[in-house]
Nanobody
Framework: QVQLVESGGGLVQAGGSLRLSCAASGSIFSINAMNWYRQAPGKQRELVAGITSGGSTNFADSVKGRFTISRDNAKNTVYLQMNSLKPEDTAVYYC???????????????WGKGTLVTVSS
């Protein structure tokens, strides 16, 4: 059974940094895009950053220049380095993967359960 597990969330002061990790495990044939989303209280889930299997990246305007995304394809893991954090970055951060399980012919969306990031002012 395939699952995504995030880690690295926590409480940090404004201006600080955190590094989130998301590891995909199980019987995996291959992974296309791996993305990070976030959802703040009372708001819709939004895309924060994404990275393709080839390493192309994209970012929300609100995090450009502060966040970087990377992945280790050998470990099926994606990272989100968050610098210069602001209180408005407070949210639950979710990992997403467009993933093809072993024995399947199609790619399917998988989500992690989320990790809470709280930035204090």
């Amino acid at each position: 059974q395939v699952q995504l597990v995030e880690s690295g969330g926590g409480l940090v002061q404004a201006g600080g940094s955190l590094r989130l990790s998301c590891a995909a495990s199980g019987s995996i044939f291959s992974i296309n895009a791996m993305n990070w989303y976030r959802q703040a209280p009372g708001k819709q889930r939004e895309l924060v950053a994404g990275i393709t299997s080839g390493g192309s990246t994209n970012f929300a305007d609100s995090v450009k220049g502060r966040f970087t995304i990377s992945r280790d394809n050998a470990k099926n893991t994606v990272y989100l380095q968050m610098n210069s954090l602001k209180p408005e970055d407070t949210a639950v951060y979710y990992c997403y993967a467009d993933l093809r399980p072993s024995g399947r012919s199609k790619y399917m969306p998988y989500w992690g359960k989320g990790t809470l990031v709280t930035v204090s002012s």
